[in-house]
């Protein structure tokens, strides 16, 4: 994985999700635009089979059921060469942000901050002002977002790292209604087993698998780029759903990480808020506070 200092240079703003684009095939494409034109994915779920209808539907409900949850906590781990890069804090789906404290392990000394992200963006807060914030969990996040002021966060677009492509990803992961089922089973979302992980059994599943188009590109892509190679023949996405068909695990495999990335959703609660701070004029389209003056 590259070194934060890389990790969060500036660079170019591009919408890699068409907002017309509905379903979990948003997410799909959504990582097939962040790493278009790389044999950056692989498939998964070898051991599988198509989904019923009655599973499709669980599978449709799960956008939905991270949306109507509210602010949520969510543990993300990025697994790299030396080390893993670990973001610790809470979503929220309702009004499209996240915020949490960030932490790097492996060779040279730990580095630790704070980032901010949405559905274009992010931004990330370091030095003396970020003190502590390798020690932030789940909703201490927000309390130590809020003590910062607008000028500790730099914004900037994201990128083709996977850290990016990750917290990309999730962020499309919830919405206000049900997916289409009938077009999820259609799609090629596939049922991979189940698996209890610390108490809980969940069911395993992928979602749609990357679609190509007429000319033999893949959809999601640049308009006018290159085919991708090896593009997998399953969605590089896994899904675990628990008895209320709640997501509480979504799986990334990108070809250049040594194992899958993880989030992992934890307790939500209606009275966590996300600070307001890190939007106040940074992020390119961040979507704006209710009530907040046009200029």
Do not use: I
């Not at 502590?132 to 730099?154: C, F, K, M, N």
């Not at 991708?228 to 759903?241: G, I």
């Amino acid at each position: 994985m590259k070194g934060m200092s890389t990790m969060f240079e500036k660079t170019r703003v591009r919408r890699l999700v068409p907002r017309t684009k509905a379903g979990l095939a948003a997410v799909t494409m959504a990582l097939l635009a962040a790493v278009a034109g790389t044999a950056a994915l692989t498939g998964g779920g070898e051991d599988s089979r198509p989904v019923t209808l009655e599973e499709a539907e669980r599978l449709a409900a799960v956008r939905f059921h991270a949306y109507e949850a509210g602010p949520t906590r969510v543990e993300v781990s990025v697994p790299g060469g030396t080390g893993d890069t670990v973001v610790d804090g809470v979503v929220d789906y309702r009004a499209h942000r996240a915020v949490g404290g960030y932490a790097t392990s492996g060779a040279g000394p730990a580095q630790h901050g704070m980032l901010a992200w949405d559905a274009t963006g992010l931004a990330v807060a370091v030095g003396p002002a970020v003190k502590g914030a390798a020690a932030v969990r789940g909703s201490g996040a927000l309390r130590a977002a809020e003590r910062l002021s607008s000028r500790d966060w730099s914004p900037r677009a994201y990128s083709s790292d996977p850290l990016d492509v990750v917290l990309h990803v999730m962020m499309v992961l919830g919405q206000d209604r049900p997916d289409n089922a009938q077009l999820l089973a259609q799609g090629g979302a596939r049922r991979l087993g189940q698996r209890t992980e610390g108490g809980v059994t969940y069911t395993l599943f992928t979602g749609p698998r990357p679609q190509r188009d007429k000319d033999g590109g893949t959809r999601g892509g640049r308009k006018g780029a290159s085919p991708a190679p090896d593009r997998p023949a399953t969605s590089p996405l896994t899904y675990w759903l628990d008895g209320q068909d709640r997501l509480g695990r979504l799986e990334v495999r990108l070809a250049s990480l040594p194992r899958p990335a993880r989030v992992d959703f934890k307790d939500s609660d209606t009275k966590w808020k996300l600070p307001q701070k890190p939007w106040q004029g940074l992020m390119p389209g961040a979507p704006r506070a209710p009530g907040a003056a046009r200029t």
